[in-house]
């Protein structure tokens, strides 16, 4: 394991914002830290930074307990965007790369890499507050990046952009990943997290609710989507038992059940009504999970 936080608690005052939590992420992973608003997402990534310190539990990476001075091996996306407004997108980088040690040749070879493959070579000599935001957000991740990190925070890296930025950004993400960098990540976006990451943990008022492999807590989540289609109307499995929620839809319904066994109690009656043209079960989204252990707050 490269990322190890173990029991790790952290409390303001009365106020407990991450109660007890244990992850382990591997090298080269990416690893999707889930929870509504106030979760303890932010808090927990400040402390994997060592602008935090836990109130009891430990952080290692590589089994060395991590503090502000490793910036260099961390690269930080904040969720509050900060840029220097007056400064040139060459100048502020340079300015970066430089507090985190590296040599200002290196720094423009990488500047021009970035900028190059986020397609805004142009803005390289233009103020930042000339850019819009989501072209600051780019300039914001190559900042966090530049030094070519080893463990990669992200928090929100996704919000605010149009969904030809958003794509780019997850190519840069996913090319990180493939060069070995270990990616931590935070996103309201489901959809985001079930394309990107392996591991997830779901966090509700600083707990875990659910942690492991997307796939499998997908496989054993007990709540299914049912989609039923037929030439008669289905609205009576409304009222049947095994269906804890049903939606119309273009020829027919979806439904929800609570397993396989209430499926297939589903299947049965409909077949004893009539034809059934299609009766597809499938695994819940992220988005209904969330929904179902944490009660609202994800944004699709
Ligand atoms: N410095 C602080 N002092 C007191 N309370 C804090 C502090 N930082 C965070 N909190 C509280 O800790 C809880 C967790 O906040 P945190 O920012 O980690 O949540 P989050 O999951 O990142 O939320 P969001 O999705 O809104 O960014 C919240 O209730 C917040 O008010």
Redesign the pocket.
């Known amino acids: 394991m490269t990322l190890e936080i173990k029991q790790v608690r ?1 409390r ?2 009365q ?1 407990v ?2 109660d007890g939590i244990s992850v382990s992420v591997e090298k080269g992973n990416m690893f999707g830290m889930l ?12 402390m994997i930074l060592g602008l ?1 310190e836990p109130t009891e539990g430990s952080i290692t990476w590589e089994n060395k307990q991590l503090s502000y001075k490793n910036t260099h091996l961390i690269g930080y996306l904040p ?1 509050e965007r900060g840029l220097y407004p007056k400064l040139t997108v060459r100048d502020q980088l340079t300015y970066l790369g430089k507090l985190k040690g590296m040599k200002v040749q290196e720094i423009h070879k990488e500047i021009k890499h970035w900028l190059e493959r986020f397609q805004v070579e142009e803005y390289e000599t233009k103020k930042v507050e000339e850019l819009s935001k989501g072209n600051q957000q780019k300039i914001q991740f190559i900042a966090a990046v530049l030094h070519k990190p080893e463990l990669l925070i992200l ?2 890296p996704f919000s605010g952009l149009d969904p030809v930025n958003s794509d780019m950004l997850k190519n840069a993400v996913r090319y990180l990943q493939e060069l070995g960098t270990t990616i931590v990540f ?1 996103s ?1 976006q489901m959809r985001n997290v079930e394309e990107m990451c392996e591991d997830i943990i779901m ?1 509700k008022r ?1 707990k875990a609710v659910l942690q492991g492999s997307l796939t499998d807590i997908k496989r054993g989540y007990g709540i299914k989507s049912v989609s039923i289609h037929a030439d008669y109307d289905l609205s009576f499995l409304a009222s049947d038992p095994h269906v804890t929620n049903l939606t119309p839809i273009k020829n027919g319904v979806i439904a929800r059940v609570e397993n396989e066994e209430a499926a297939k109690a589903v299947f049965a009656r409909v077949a004893e009504k009539g034809f059934v043209r299609k009766f597809e079960v499938e695994e819940p989204s992220l988005h209904d999970i969330f929904i179902d252990q944490v009660g609202g707050g994800a944004n699709e």
């Not at 509504?36 to 400040?46: E, P």
């Open positions: 952290k303001f005052n106020h914002a991450v929870g509504a608003n106030g979760a303890g997402k932010t808090t927990t990534f400040r935090l969720e928090d929100e935070s309201h966090l600083g």
